[in-house]
């Protein structure tokens, strides 16, 4: 039989660690950002600002003078700070989840290889669509700097434009990661049901419909409203995409072990 091996194993492991489910309750740290700025920007263009009455607070060795512009400022900066922050947990955990699996279908595949015979055609054919399969997901897959978005995403106004580039790269790369690792899947299904095996659950009603470009068009129409929504599908698609990952990966290591026509112990 396939020996799923020890790495194999940890890397199913591994998920506690890199699948995390986000809470979609962090949107209200994008809205919060998007109406402080935005009013601030209306009342500014509309003359309003300058007849907001300032007002100070007083201190232990003095007051502290404020008005509308800075306490505007410094709620919109607080409420930035969150939205950078949760840029930063979408790319990171995306990064994360992306090289687990990238490592899973390497080491799958790796530990197939080395425990096929020369003349096993009923394996090694499957073996090779799956490598050709490997080779473009590792192509189409490109890990992004989770630090740099966040930070761009802190800027006032523009940060808005560096959130909606954000999305459309985390939503490109998440539907072309979610239908490789579907094809792999089967690869893997095919090789290991070759091998003896009974089949691996590869689901399709998981794959997500949304469009990358229709929510694009939507944030630029909006002037950004829309890329609010793009931003908590983000949040919860991969929430759903994780619980499929919890279903299918201990199936896989189970089905490593009930395959029978390789030879056993390398
Ligand atoms: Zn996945």
Redesign the pocket.
Same mark, same amino acid.
């Given at each position: 039989m396939f020996d799923p091996g020890e790495r194999l194993s940890k890397l199913v492991q591994m998920r506690a660690s890199t699948?995390i489910r986000l809470g979609t309750g962090w949107i209200f740290s994008a809205i919060a950002s998007y109406v402080l700025w935005t009013t601030l920007a209306a009342l500014f263009l509309t003359g309003l600002l300058q007849r907001i009455p300032s007002f100070t607070i007083p201190v232990i060795l003095g007051s502290i003078f404020f008005d509308a512009t800075t306490l505007l400022s410094l709620l919109g900066i607080c409420a930035s700070t969150g939205l950078a922050y949760l840029v930063f947990r979408v790319v990171d955990r995306q990064n994360k +989840?992306?090289l687990r699996?990238r490592e899973i279908f390497s080491e799958s595949l790796r530990r197939i290889e080395s425990e096929t015979r020369p003349g096993q055609l009923n394996v090694l054919l499957p073996l090779n669509s799956a490598e050709q399969d490997f080779s473009a997901l590792l192509q189409n897959t490109h890990e992004r700097s989770a630090i740099l978005w966040a930070m761009l995403v802190l800027i006032p106004y523009l940060g808005w434009l560096f959130l909606i580039i954000t999305l459309y790269h985390l939503s490109e790369e998440s539907t072309v +990661?979610?239908r490789m690792?579907r094809l792999l899947l089967e690869d893997l299904d095919r090789i290991l049901g070759a091998a003896g095996s009974q089949r691996i659950p590869v689901e399709t009603h998981y794959l997500p419909s949304r469009s990358s470009t229709g929510f694009l068009l939507a944030s630029l129409f909006t002037i950004g409203i829309g890329s609010i929504f793009w931003l908590y599908e983000m949040i919860s698609s991969p929430n759903r +995409?994780?619980g499929?990952?919890s279903d299918f990966e201990p199936n896989l290591l189970a089905a490593f072990a009930r395959s029978q026509v390789a030879r056993s112990g390398t």
């Open positions: 699948d +989840h992306a699996i +990661h979610e690792e +995409h994780f499929y990952h």
